[in-house]
C-alpha cells in the first residue's frame, strides 16, 4: 500500500519505518524535503521510502497518516482541500490549544479534521499509546490494543490491517463521533505515563472472557 506519513517525527517516523519494514511504500509530506532532519528519515526509514511537500505526497498515496502537531493541522489541511478519495488517519491529540483553530465543545480534532476535508475517509487511530512503543508492542503475552474510529467501514478494514501489520491489536470503537473519548484516552495515557510517574512504557487492553 502506498501511505504517505505528515509530519515525519516521532510518531511518522516510527510508523513509516515499521510499514517499510512490512513492505508498504512510505512517502512523508514535509515542508522542505532537503532538510538534514528528513534526510536522515529516509535514511532510517530505508525500503526507497522518499519525501515530498505535503500535497504531493498526499496525491501520490492511498492512504494519509496526519502526525503533526494539533497547532499545525489547520495549515496541513488547508493544502489538502479539494482532493478526493483518500483514506486519512488521524493520530493527533488536541493537548494544546489551537487558537486560530478552536475546538467546538464536545467535538475533537478528528470530526473537524472531516468536516472541513470532505473528499477524506477520516479514521482516527494511532493515538492512544506513546510512539516509543511502537517498536514493541508486545506486553507479556498480550499485544496492545489500537483504537479506531470512523465512518467508513472499508477505511476502517484496511487501517486494522496496517495496525495488526505492526503488531497491535484493532479494536474498532465505532464511527468518528467516538474520536472524542479516543483523544480523552490519551489525555489519561499522559497522565499516568508522566502525572503518575508510572513511565511511557504502558498501554490500553481491552480484556474478554
Ligand atoms: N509522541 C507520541 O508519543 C504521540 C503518540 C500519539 C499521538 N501523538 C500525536 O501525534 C502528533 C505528532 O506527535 P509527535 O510526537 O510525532 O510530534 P513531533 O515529533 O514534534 O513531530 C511532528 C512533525 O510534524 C512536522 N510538522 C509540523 N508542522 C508541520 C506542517 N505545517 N506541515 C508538515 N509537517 C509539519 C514536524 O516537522 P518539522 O521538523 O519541519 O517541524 C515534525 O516532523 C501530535 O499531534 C501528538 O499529539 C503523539
Known sequence: MKISIIGAGNVGGK??????EKGH?????????????VQTILQETGHSATAELVKNAVQKSDVAVLATPWEAVGEVV?????????ILVDCTNPIHPNPDWPLAQESSAAEEIAKRLSGFKVVKAFNTIGAENFSDLTFGVLHADAFMCGDD????KIVSQLAKDIGFDAVDVGNLRSAEMLESLAKLWLTLAHQQGIGSNIAFKLLHK
Open 15 to 20: 510508523l513509516g519505518k515499521l510499514w517499510a
Open 153 to 156: 467501514a472499508e477505511a476502517k
Open 78 to 86: 488547508f493544502q489538502l482541500v479539494g482532493l478526493q478519495g483518500k
Open 25 to 37: 511504500t512510505i512517502i512523508y509530506g514535509v515542508r522542505n524535503p532537503l532538510t538534514p532532519k
